[in-house]
């Protein structure tokens, strides 16, 4: 029973952190992309750059993202470390304790 919660928790947290520092990274990344001026309307040719709509979304975005990748990813690695050092150290005394006599 530990080996499949900490299997799943494993899997699960890895997912969840690569998930978090890529979104993280790629909402930064937009509000650059948008600060540069390069994010422009097909139909009227108009640039978003600084102060518009697109911008002010892009810092919300990226007030958001700035944690997801600075620090939620990365913790996730401590909790994926935290767990399975405790699996390894506590699973014998599980093993022992839920032992039968005479086996």
């Known amino acids: 029973m530990l080996g499949g919660l ?3 928790s494993i899997s699960s ?9 890529n979104a993280g990274g ?5 509000k ?6 390069m994010l422009k309307n097909k ?3 108009v640039v978003h750059g600084k102060g ?23 913790a996730l690695h401590v909790v994926i470390t935290t767990m399975s050092t405790t699996a390894l150290v506590l699973g014998p005394l599980f093993v022992s304790l839920t032992e039968q006599p005479g086996n």
């Open 52 to 74: 518009s709509e697109a911008h002010k979304a892009a810092v919300v975005g990226d007030t958001v993202g700035d944690p997801f990748k600075d620090t939620a990813g990365p």
């Open 6 to 8: 900490l299997a799943g």
């Open 43 to 45: 139909e009227t040719e």
């Open 13 to 21: 947290g890895f997912l969840l952190a690569v998930t978090m520092a």
């Open 26 to 30: 790629a909402w930064d990344n937009a």
């Open 32 to 37: 650059k992309y948008i600060e540069a001026g």
